[in-house]
């Protein structure tokens, strides 16, 4: 999950800063920038061209389907470029109430990686039990120069952005409203999908808002696999994971950044991420589960 949400965030701001040209200068540019790439994703680069000013009508309207809830779990997950670890993160999801499930992530770059680029991410994010829709979700960026806060609260028609950047903490909070009905987070998204059949050839598509801007996101169940991570070896589903950025009109506009993804999940009850390649405008980077520990559940 951590990887989702540090490939988002990063991929939006990757060019933003001068470290994108020193860093290409210096020739550190594809390890370092794309670790940190790594570190926030839950999406590539779907270009429904065919879909046009109906793509709203293609969306998914099945309701929370019946597989089980996730048990509460603690994960670590490594990510990286061309074969080495760049960042680490560390994933726990609980359902501290009835009502509601939490995930709390935390991520950060490592090794020389680190030296180029430093980047800590924390993350909480709160769905409903019931609908598997998001509720609010608070996320932090710490860079070396700035930090960056972005908080959303969500309704059944949309969703509120708070915003600060600086050095200090202190600074005011930008505001942002977008209005598009059932919008999920990364959080209530994968809780949603996860709750689905997952059969060979279902495709499920939805609006995510992951931090700044809302992704048409086109997922397609390719097939089912055994694959090896670091935690072991697992029967999994096999997912193709694209994405589309919505304009100011709603309109569909190509991603600059990503290309496209496959994810592997369990295919056991508790439907884990095992690993996430990623194809992005620098190369692949991936993203695969270290250890993973159940908790009790608690009543």
């Not at 065919?50 to 490594?78: C, M, V």
């Not at 020389?112 to 609908?131: I, M, S």
């Not at 059969?199 to 086109?218: C, E, F, K, Q």
Request: with cysteine; proline share 4%; aromatic share 10%.
């Amino acid at each position: 999950m951590i990887f989702l949400i540090v490939l988002f965030t990063c991929a939006s701001r990757c060019s933003e800063s001068g470290g994108y040209n020193s860093a290409r200068r210096s020739g550190a540019f594809l390890p370092a920038r794309s670790a940190g790439i790594a570190l926030l994703l839950l999406a590539s680069c779907f270009t429904p061209k065919a879909l046009g000013g109906n793509w709203q009508s293609t969306l998914t309207k099945d309701p929370p389907g019946t597989f089980p809830e996730l048990r509460p779990i603690r994960a670590t997950y490594h990510f990286g470029w061309a074969g080495f670890t760049a960042a680490t993160g560390e994933v726990h999801f609980a359902k501290p109430s009835e009502s509601q499930f939490q995930l709390e992530a935390t991520g950060r770059t490592t090794g020389f990686v680190r030296a180029l680029w430093k980047l800590d991410v924390n993350y909480r994010a709160l769905a409903d039990a019931e609908t598997l829709r998001p509720v609010e979700t608070r996320q932090t960026e710490s860079y070396r120069s700035k930090k960056i806060t972005t908080y959303l609260t969500f309704t059944a028609k949309g969703v509120t952005r708070a915003r600060t950047e600086g050095r200090t903490g202190s600074e005011r909070a930008k505001t942002r409203e977008f209005s598009f009905p059932n919008l999920f987070d990364l959080h209530s998204a994968l809780l949603y999908l996860r709750s689905q059949p997952l059969a060979d050839g279902n495709v499920h598509r939805i609006v995510v808002y992951p931090a700044t801007s809302a992704y048409l996101a086109t997922v397609t169940v390719i097939g089912h696999e055994k694959i090896s991570v670091r935690a072991g070896i697992y029967n999994a589903i096999k997912i193709d994971l694209q994405l589309h950025r919505l304009g100011k009109n709603l309109e569909l506009e190509p991603h600059r950044k990503f290309r496209r993804a496959t994810i592997w999940v369990s295919d056991d009850s508790d439907r884990i991420l095992l690993r996430i390649e990623a194809q992005i405008f620098i190369g692949t980077v991936f993203a695969e589960l270290q250890s993973v520990r159940f908790e009790e559940m608690k009543h």
